[in-house]
Nanobody, 117 residues
Framework: VQLVESGGGFLQPGGSLRLSCAGSGFTFSTYNMSWHRQAPGKERELVATITRFGSSSNYGDSVKGRFTISRDNAKNAVYLQMNSLKPEDTAVYYC???????????WGQGTQVTVSS
């Protein structure tokens, strides 16, 4: 099983970035997917979730209205479109896959996003 994130980088406040996560080794469409992030010295927090068929999504309060999660089950991929980025969005962003009945659960290795002027 692998989850591989990509798309992280360094950018200025107000910019946009799209993260991608490619899954392999499991039946992607049977897993709910989510993005989490962890900033230095802080606990990992939930950013966004999307159900296995993409019919429902939820967001953390700090990113509502700015971030959009989506998925393409044909490509075994989940995305996070991040707009109006702020310095406080700086973190390592992790992709998570959780079987729709709860277990098993998998994590990617993370991708760094740095927002700074």
């Amino acid at each position: 099983v692998q989850l591989v994130e990509s798309g992280g980088g360094f950018l200025q406040p107000g910019g946009s970035l799209r993260l991608s996560c490619a899954g392999s080794g499991f039946t992607f469409s049977t897993y709910n997917m989510s993005w989490h992030r962890q900033a230095p010295g802080k606990e990992r927090e939930l950013v966004a979730t999307i159900t296995r068929f993409g019919s429902s999504s939820n967001y953390g309060d700090s990113v509502k209205g700015r971030f959009t999660i989506s998925r393409d089950n044909a490509k075994n991929a989940v995305y996070l479109q991040m707009n109006s980025l702020k310095p406080e969005d700086t973190a390592v962003y992790y992709c998570n896959a959780r079987y729709w009945r709860g277990r098993p659960e998998y994590w990617g290795q993370g991708t760094q996003v740095t927002v700074s002027s």
